[in-house]
């Protein structure tokens, strides 16, 4: 999969291989600045339709402008961990 960041403060996942939306990531206040996706292991398309087969570790990290880093699990596409972030002033 790859992911991108818009300025309305989401994250949008696309699959690789066709380019199709697979879903949004929402929860920032601010637009997400970086993003990492943690290790997948396969997709396949039957039909019309593809599905994403991810491990049990499968995750996008995120880090947005308004200081927070967000963990997300692909299963479900909903924040799993929001670390805490303190005496990071200058981050």
Known sequence: I????LLDCTVKVFYT?????FFSLYGHKLPVLCLDISHLSTSTQS????KL???D???IATGSADRNVKIWGLD???CHRLP????????
């Open 47 to 50: 039909g019309n339709q593809s």
């Open 57 to 59: 570790s499968a995750m």
């Open 84 to 91: 805490t972030m303190t005496g990071t002033e200058n981050v």
């Open 17 to 21: 291989d066709t380019l199709k939306f």
């Open 76 to 78: 479900f596409e909903d």
């Open 53 to 55: 087969k991810t491990n």
């Open 2 to 5: 790859v992911g991108c960041s």
